[in-house]
């Protein structure tokens, strides 16, 4: 089977990245993303997604996360999708409700080609450390345009912040695993109009 797999380098004047994703890996990642939390955060969606996931990214932290952390959702989401290819015999979606001590959240993907993100849930605390939460449906959101796919994230319940997007990264790795899984028994693509989009 060809390896899947996606590389993206993107500059601009804000961020300098480089990012290498192979859907079929053994959830180990080497990550430099000059945002700690993030770093975590992709670390528990590697690990959890059975993926490999590479970062090297400098960006202007010294203003704030958000434009480091957006821009290495863009190039995560335009690597899933180059590694997707044709997606031809993928599952398609994926699906997956993961705890995180009192928190559960849930994530529910399909790879259709078609852009949508939706949030539901809410988390109680503005900063986790010196990271802005606001920029978790930030990164969710650019994550999935650029990989093309819908993406329905459900916070549950939870009391503690860093539990709560603990629980969505987990979910958001073992549902994108699911959709991407070969399904040996799928023809073509999972379409009744014989094309996603």
């Known amino acids: 089977m060809a390896e899947r797999s996606g590389e993206i380098e993107r500059n601009t004047f804000e961020t300098q990245i480089k ?29 959890h997604g059975l993926f490999r996931l590479s970062v090297e990214a400098h960006g202007d932290t010294d203003v704030d996360d958000h434009h480091t952390t957006e821009d290495i959702a863009i190039c995560l989401g335009q690597a899933i999708r180059q590694a997707l290819g044709d997606k031809k015999g ?11 001590d009192e928190a559960l959240s849930e994530v529910v993907i399909d790879l259709s080609d078609r852009p949508a993100f939706v949030f539901h849930g809410t988390l109680p605390a503005q900063k986790v450390g010196t990271f802005d939460t606001e920029l978790v449906q930030e990164f969710l959101d650019k994550l999935a345009i650029e990989a093309r796919m819908n993406l329905h994230v459900t916070v549950r319940y939870g009391a503690n912040t860093h539990h709560i997007i603990e629980s969505v990264f987990k979910a958001l790795g073992r549902a994108l695993d699911a959709a991407t899984l070969k399904n040996p028994r799928i023809q073509g693509v999972l379409s009744t109009k014989g094309t996603l989009g």
């Open 19 to 47: 990012l290498h994703f192979l859907i079929d890996g053994d959830g180990t990642s080497d990550l430099e993303t000059g945002v700690p939390f993030l770093t975590h955060m992709l670390t528990l969606f590697t690990k």
């Open 90 to 100: 993928i599952n398609r979606y994926g699906y997956a409700v993961v705890p995180m």
